[in-house]
């Protein structure tokens, strides 16, 4: 349980990253590629004790992330460009409610996921909470952005299920050397629609997108470290559930005391429903 509040308050933490991101005006996709860079740097130097190239591209894994860090950039993106249409707030749901497709999958394809009534109510109460804590009378859309829903809902599942298949196959066999290969990749993946960006839309590069790049780095390959062992410790029937309510109720309660954004009834309610749902989870 410990990983999944490590990775819950970390992801907080690139939370309230982001919200600074919005106040000094910092390029989301700048940000994010130098994040993936620092990540893999930090992790090679400091993190792995084996720092023979060769030998990372030789392990079984390699091949898998490739897939795995361009998605992790195209995800954002999407999640990025949909805040903008729609807002942050059926972003999020959408993002989070997504967790019934790798809980889903997880079921059906791994014979160690045994899911009972216990947990089966504890999901529905998840989803039912999730949705809650989204919730708001002031949520409006153009009607033709739907596909942007969808596209976060399915991207995010498929992202989840991918990254859970890999945890699950090689689990024993994954280390540090993987996040260094990862975030190698989403760093080139990040740069090669930096460099798009830059030829068509003339998006020029700043000093300040590196910086926040930086320090968005450290915490977020710390989030992925913990979040890969709760998966090997855990479930991730279990894991998924508890990590997506866990950082939608405790979001709003950042939201609530630090950015004074005021929580509803039903926020409230559905903070005390994921309270509930992660005791059955126990």
């Not at 390029?27 to 023979?52: E, M």
């Not at 019934?100 to 529905?124: G, H, Q, T």
């Amino acid at each position: 349980m410990n990983n999944i509040i490590y990775t819950v308050l970390l992801f907080n933490l690139l939370i309230i990253l982001f919200k600074l991101f919005d106040k000094y005006n910092v390029d989301n996709l700048q940000a994010l590629t130098v994040n993936y860079a620092t990540a893999s740097i930090f992790c090679y130097y400091f993190l792995l004790d084996n720092k023979n190239i060769n030998q990372i591209i030789n392990q079984q894994w390699f091949n898998s992330t490739f897939f795995l860090g361009c998605l992790f950039i195209i995800i954002f993106a999407i999640y990025a460009h949909s805040t903008q249409k729609i807002g942050i707030i059926f972003t999020t749901l959408a993002n989070k409610m997504s967790v019934i497709i790798p809980v889903s999958i997880a079921l059906m394809i791994y014979p160690s996921e045994i899911f009972d009534l216990k947990k089966s109510i504890a999901l529905f109460l998840a989803i039912i909470a999730i949705y809650l804590c989204s919730n708001t009378n002031k949520i409006k859309f153009d009607k033709k952005y739907y596909w942007l829903i969808l596209s976060v809902f399915f991207g995010q599942g498929i992202l989840d299920v991918y990254f859970n298949h890999i945890v699950q196959s090689f689990s024993l066999k994954l280390g540090y050397d993987f996040f260094v290969a990862l975030f190698i990749i989403s760093s080139f993946c990040g740069l090669l629609l930096v460099i798009i960006n830059r030829i068509i839309n003339n998006v020029k590069i700043k000093s300040k997108n590196v910086l926040w790049g930086i320090i968005f780095g450290i915490p977020n390959l710390f989030s992925m470290i913990f979040f890969v062992n709760a998966l090997n410790e855990l479930n991730s029937s279990i894991v998924y559930p508890l990590v997506s309510i866990g950082i939608v109720a405790s979001s709003a309660l950042l939201g609530n005391f630090i950015y004074k954004e005021k929580l509803n009834f039903n926020n409230w309610l559905g903070i005390s429903i994921a309270t509930l749902s992660i005791y059955l989870f126990m």
